[in-house]
């Protein structure tokens, strides 16, 4: 390695915490400010200022989500260490894990990628809202209707699971049984704090969708780009094996994110907006526990099955089609 290669390695050496400097505040600053500083000392390209990071997003994305796993620690550590809530992270539903998730969740997903010059480089903020299609809204009342029309055929795939796991098991097909699937109340307040304890999740819309397929649309082909950000959103799930998840119920969950993934790529593709697959992913995870309740007391191999196929791979092939033609139709400017 030449001398020079030495010298700029060393001069994006990070001195990430020095003695005095403020406690993990101050470090998670530091840590912004130094990829910041990184990415201003790299050549431009296009017409703002570029990065080496926005041009290498599986890089970018692991940075995303380690930025992510120190937020989840500092904000635990304000909320149970200064405010002293109660810490109970295996509870979602309690106020200190709705806060510490979407505290983090925001922080992680949507401001630090503008501060890492991520995906496109160095922009304004109102800029990076519009690379990753956070402004986009128009036309309102056309995407409003594509939203919920998304989240009502995803309603009566994951309910239409538990029709037919009830008819596996022999058992009839009341009208009281059916009214009880479609139920969505207990999972609404104040039967349920559910809104609110997976509001998080929109966020992580703008992580796969709107920062890391903007990065990926750069280097391949739109469906290539909707495959990688799929695979990607399926394999951040298998971590919940070290958990203690069962192997083949976190596998489960890892396939049918994978596909699910598909559809929110495709509808962020053919909307231009990031809204509708941010309120479809947020409901998914509100309803899915009422609609899928019936065969949640099946074998482990029983409901990964159905997770797969009812939870989410039915909704897939007919949202996709279904988002096709709607656009074709009513987002044809879009297209």
Known sequence: MSQNAW????SLKPHLLQPGDGGPEKLMANILRHFSRSNRSLKPSGPSEGSRLSERPWRAFLIMLAIQGILVSLVGFVLYGVF????DISNIETLSTIVLFSVSGFLAYVIAPYYLHIPVGKRTFREYLGDIRLTSIQPFFRLLLLTISCVLILIVCQGSGSIVYRLTEGKPLTL???SGVF???RALPPRSMLLFAVFYTMFEEVAFRGVLLRMLLRKYPIRGAIIYS????????????????ALISTLGQVVWAALFGLFY???V?????????MIVHWLSNVFQAPLTATWQTAPIEIRTLYGIVFGYGLATLILIF?????SARWLSHKN
């Open 84 to 87: 002293k809530l109660p810490r």
């Open 322 to 326: 279904w988002v096709r033609f709607f």
């Open 176 to 178: 009281e049984f059916i």
């Open 183 to 185: 139920n969505l109340s």
């Open 265 to 267: 790529g495709y509808l």
């Open 230 to 245: 799929a695979l990607a959103f399926g394999l951040v799930h298998f971590p919940a094996v070290f958990a203690g998840r």
């Open 7 to 10: 010298d700029r390695r060393d």
């Open 269 to 277: 593709i053919k909307t231009d907006s990031l809204f509708p697959a």
